[in-house]
Nanobody, 116 residues
Framework: QVQLVESGGGLVQAGESLRLSCATSGSIVGIYVMGWYRQAPGKQRELVATIRNGSGSTNYADSVKGRFTMSRDNRKNTVYLQMNSLKPEDTAVYYC?????????WGQGTQVTVSS
């Protein structure tokens, strides 16, 4: 069974930074993609960033390019989302996701609130 646990959310002011962590456990082997998604109140969940386990290549939503960086530490089975220059529109619940063997697995989410 795959498990994902996010941490690191909080309340910050615009322009500040946060780093989210996603600790993974279970059968995460082979070909897979890790991702960070977010969902703001009244809006659909949207993709923020992805990282592929083989190449380590990353992709970002246009709204966060140049401000957010996704990375991984394979020794710790953890992925991160470094968020800089935060804006009020970044306020959302952030979810960690792994897409593996045709299925998505999600964490419980962590709240990020950016005040203006």
């Amino acid at each position: 069974q795959v498990q994902l646990v996010e941490s690191g959310g909080g309340l910050v002011q615009a322009g500040e930074s946060l780093r989210l962590s996603c600790a993974t456990s279970g059968s995460i082997v082979g070909i897979y993609v890790m991702g960070w998604y977010r969902q703001a109140p009244g809006k659909q969940r949207e993709l923020v960033a992805t990282i592929r386990n083989g190449s380590g290549s990353t992709n970002y939503a246009d709204s966060v390019k140049g401000r957010f960086t996704m990375s991984r530490d394979n020794r710790k089975n953890t992925v991160y989302l470094q968020m800089n220059s935060l804006k009020p529109e970044d306020t959302a619940v952030y979810y960690c996701d792994v897409y593996i063997r045709g299925l998505h697995y999600w964490g419980q989410g962590t709240q990020v609130t950016v005040s203006s």
